[in-house]
């Protein structure tokens, strides 16, 4: 038993009665634990990731990747500015990725952890599709100061796994209070000088291949928009949306080996990004959509309308990368590279048009129809 001191009514020293008292003590603790939770200051999150990211260039995971991350920032998070040292013999390539709170995620679909894994992955699936190798990276992030805290260390923790995971240190960045999530990439990579891997290199008559399998992504989109309850997070097609690996081991061999003419990251959809490959090798495509490695509907897809060809065709986020290949060099490319598929799916024309041609030979113009963020009907 207790000494009997807080037994007394409350309403005894406070004038209001005991269940006031008790709400009102509830609402305290409310209050303070909703405090403690929320973003406190810009230092606060400064504290938090270079919590997060302390000691990240002796990276266990990363192995040989963030060894030569590590020589190329010689100095990293901490400072006004970075320091880094090229590799002699390579070329610097540079790229950034916007990643928007209600544009590419939603805050009560996407876990922060995914965010977090994300906002990197696509943009260092641009420094693969150059045939090179991500070194450090930038971050420039907008939080609403409203954001619990978990939240960010979640995202941080996505994030940090990410960069291990692909070699990438975080070279420094910039915060700011904004009502939405706005987040910004920007990555550096190195590509051995005169092997980098270009859109415009495609020739009339090279095979064109994708890695892995198309529209993935897109289906688990669906999956997490459509689903409310019970969906498995652990699920493959959720993976791909959630989490996706930038084919960096494939887009390196293709470099070193000399084998492919032209490559682009699939981000858009391959009616899109195949047309921007086209666009700048100034060629023309023929796809058979017999030979596209589509997903594998399930019954439970095949009730709600999914299309295996559609999403394919024109579904966004499979960070797969597209690439054209000379005839001569085609016996040198591997049917699997990384336990990644390789799959040949149509040839480069000379006529400047997009085909796709179905099993009876019968051929139809494809219009880009991926990912644009400026067309509001998507
Ligand atoms: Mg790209």
Redesign the pocket.
């Known amino acids: 038993m207790g000494q009997g001191v807080e037994s007394r009514p409350l309403s005894c020293r406070t004038g209001f009665s005991a269940k006031e008292g008790l709400l009102y003590r509830l609402e305290q603790f409310r209050e303070a634990y909703l405090r403690e939770r929320r973003i406190g200051s810009e230092d606060d999150v400064l504290e938090r990731i270079g919590r997060v990211f302390a000691g990240q260039l002796h990276y266990r995971s990363g192995g040989l990747r963030s060894a030569a991350s590590a020589r190329f920032l010689s100095l990293g998070i901490g400072d006004d500015a970075a320091l880094i040292s090229g590799t002699p013999g390579d070329e610097m390539v540079l790229t950034c990725d916007w990643f928007l709170e209600g544009t590419h995620f939603l805050q009560d679909k996407h876990p922060a952890d995914a965010v977090g894994w994300k906002c990197l992955a696509r943009a260092v ?2 420094i693969g ?1 150059m045939g090179a190798a991500p070194r450090c990276f930038l971050l420039s992030l907008a939080l609403p100061r409203e954001l619990p805290s978990s939240w960010l260390d979640d995202f941080l923790g996505g994030l940090r796994r990410a960069a291990a995971q692909f070699g990438c240190s975080l070279a420094g960045g910039d915060t700011t209070e904004r009502r939405e999530v706005l987040i910004n990439v920007t990555v550096v990579g190195e590509a051995k000088r005169g092997r980098e891997m270009r859109r415009s290199g495609a020739r009339p008559g090279d095979l064109i291949y994708v890695s892995g399998r198309l529209g993935e992504a897109e289906l688990g989109l669906r999956l997490l928009r459509e689903r409310k309850r019970g969906l498995n997070m652990r699920e493959l097609r959720l993976q791909k949306h959630l989490y996706p690996e930038p084919r960096l081991e494939l887009g390196r061999w293709l470099s070193e080996k000399r084998v492919a003419s032209a490559m ?2 699939l ?1 858009d959809g391959l009616s899109s990004d195949l047309g921007r490959l086209c666009e700048a090798s100034k060629v023309g495509a023929l796809i058979r959509s017999d030979d596209l490695p589509t997903v594998r509907v399930k019954n439970v897809d095949r009730k709600t309308g999914v299309d295996p060809l559609e999403l394919a065709l024109h579904g966004g986020d499979d960070y797969e990368l597209l690439f054209t290949v000379p005839k001569g060099k085609a016996t040198r490319l591997p049917r699997k590279l990384g336990g990644v598929a390789i799959t040949p799916i149509g040839e480069i024309t000379r006529a400047r048009d997009l085909l796709v041609a179905n099993g009876d030979g019968h051929s139809r113009v494809l219009n880009p129809r991926g990912w644009d963020p400026f067309r509001s009907s998507k």
């Open positions: 699936s641009d599709a682009i990251d981000s």
